[in-house]
């Protein structure tokens, strides 16, 4: 029986928060919105009459899945060039979701969700459905077809990975921009010191160019290292500017939650380094620069207001 114009109505009010599941899930906005609309084909198939709690039968649906899509991921990654990072993110974006609570933002900050590779399907789904969306055990139990506690040993576990590595003292938000700001400018001072000042010791270095812009397969590791890389990131070069199109307008963004570096061309984002800030120093650089995970943050660019580069790069 086709979907009354109730029944779409009241998938789509759901939509929104599908998606934020997806996303987390998946690290892709692209991939979530493919996830929501295949839910909604599902949806549209159902005797959605017969259905009890619709949200319930929704995030069920969804939430398998983006399971079936983590397992075929595992093989694609293993192919991928290079560094494999999350899509980030501007900050309002809706798909970032819920962030009432310390939980909720650190669930999608860009350092967690990188860290979520490290989980399995279901430790992935476990935690996302917990600790961003609060879910009931007894529920994510109905979702994932397996006992409570057995859902709550999948949490515990998952919540010990994340934390493996990731023991540093995080600083506010405000202190966070504070030091993305006093690095870009010692970035572009085109010396060393001040950089390596602002660093942790055992600070790293990541890029995700998806083979379509060059990027560095290793990380870089150490102060003196990360320093040198980051000056040379800034020095102008007209191969520099011919491979993104002109001279990028940097800005400092707060991106999954965390201060970011944005580098725009003619509206075009066109780089995002997204900083892990501890009390010590800033620990990591994380460099989304694949044009493919770059795209929705380009649309949201031109719909937020964002104000003058704090410098040109280039």
């Not at 942790?200 to 040198?228: H, I, M, N, Y």
Request: charged fraction near 25%; glycine fraction near 8%.
């Amino acid at each position: 029986m086709p979907l009354t114009a109730n029944d779409v109505a009241r998938f789509e009010a759901s939509r929104p928060r599908l998606e934020a599941i997806a996303y987390r899930l998946l690290g892709s906005s692209s991939e979530a919105e493919d996830a929501a609309q295949e839910t909604f084909l599902r949806w549209q198939a159902a005797d959605v009459d017969r259905i009890e709690v619709p949200e319930a039968w929704l995030t069920k649906v969804l939430t398998n899945l983006c399971l079936n899509q983590l397992s075929s991921a595992r093989a694609r990654r293993e192919t991928y060039v290079g560094q494999w990072l999350p899509e980030p993110l501007l900050d309002g974006d809706p798909m970032l979701g819920p962030a009432d609570t310390a939980e909720q933002r650190e669930s999608v900050s860009y350092a967690v969700l990188t860290l979520m590779e490290r989980l399995t399907p279901n430790e992935r789904a476990v935690y996302v459905l917990r600790e961003a969306f609060g879910h009931p055990y007894r529920e994510i139990a109905e979702i994932l077809d397996i006992s409570e506690a057995a859902g709550q040993q999948i949490f515990h576990r998952a919540k010990k990975h994340l934390a493996d590595g990731r023991v540093r003292t995080e600083v506010d938000r405000a202190a966070a921009r504070r030091i993305a700001e006093e690095f870009l400018e010692a970035a572009a001072s085109g010396r060393t010191e001040p950089l390596v000042r602002l660093l942790t010791q055992d600070v790293t270095s990541v890029g995700d160019g998806g083979g379509k812009v060059p990027a560095r397969a290793k990380a870089f590791e150490g102060a003196l290292a990360v320093a040198k890389f980051m000056r040379g990131l800034f020095k102008p070069g007209k191969a520099k500017r011919a491979l993104v199109g002109g001279s990028p307008g940097i800005h400092v963004m707060t991106v999954n939650g965390d201060p970011a570096l944005v580098a725009v061309v003619e509206g075009r984002v066109v780089g995002i380094t997204c900083l892990e800030v501890t009390a010590e120093g800033i620990a990591v650089f994380r460099h989304q620069v694949n044009p493919d995970k770059l795209r929705r943050a380009t649309e949201r660019w031109a719909a937020t207001a964002h104000g003058e580069p704090l410098l040109h790069a280039f």
